[in-house]
């Protein structure tokens, strides 16, 4: 996995944790993947550390559970016969895990059902919280800060109307998604998927949230000892 500049490798098992940028996969070497996601405030109960702590990285998922525990459950996972019969396996053992009560706090869950038809500073008032104290319990449920939230679904549902909609101009678009101008709405699309929308519309990927790229690698200059 790529992050900007520098390349790491993703452990058997991981934790992608709540995002506000691509990362890069290498394809080129044959491989399987099976995966679930998470709604808001279940990381905490499945992983004991709050969403904010898996932000923006990868963990492998035996610094949280124990590597004994993890093995197991790969194991178990690789005998099921099929992916369907795995997924299902999978998600077993995930409400296994979870305690008898789940709910989410009733300031996020309102905040989830409110952000994106009020602005952020009218859902926090209306929590009855401080700013700094609702954007501490929304990004230890959700893993982002709530403007950041945000911008991350608008530019999802952006995303989803670039990809299925070809002949729609990108100008109409933007102002449809909610930005201000289409320079706004560029900025977003590359900061969020590493594309400008016209590439992504040139690139056509067949999924919308995967796009095949070719990395060229960068040349290394030598040195000069003194």
Sequence with gaps: VIHGDAVDALAPAVIGGARAGYYVRDLSLRSYALGVELFPGAAQWLFGTPASE???????????????????????????????????????ILLARLPRVRALHPAIACALRELGLHDVGTVVHDSGYSHRGFNNLFSASV????????????????????????EESLASLAAACG???????????????????ARYRAVSPK???????????????????D
Excluded: C, M
């Excluded at 610094?63 to 178990?76: A, K, L, Y």
């Excluded at 893993?143 to 070809?166: C, I, N, Q, S, W």
């Excluded at 999924?207 to 000892?225: C, D, E, L």
């Design 143 to 166: 893993g982002l800060t709530p403007k950041r939230f945000v911008r991350v679904k608008r530019f999802a549902y952006a995303l989803e109307r670039v990809h299925g909609a070809d």
């Design 207 to 225: 999924f919308a949230h995967h796009v095949p790229v070719q990395i060229h690698s960068r040349p290394v200059r030598a040195g000069h000892a």
């Design 54 to 92: 898996l932000a923006e990285a990868h963990t492998a998922l035996g610094d949280v559970w124990t590597p004994n525990e993890v093995e197991r459950i790969r194991d178990q996972l690789a005998s099921q016969p099929t992916p369907e019969a795995q997924l299902d396996h999978l998600e077993r």
């Design 179 to 197: 930005y201000s101008d289409q320079a706004h709405f560029t900025r977003d699309f590359r900061e969020f998927s590493g594309l400008t929308p």
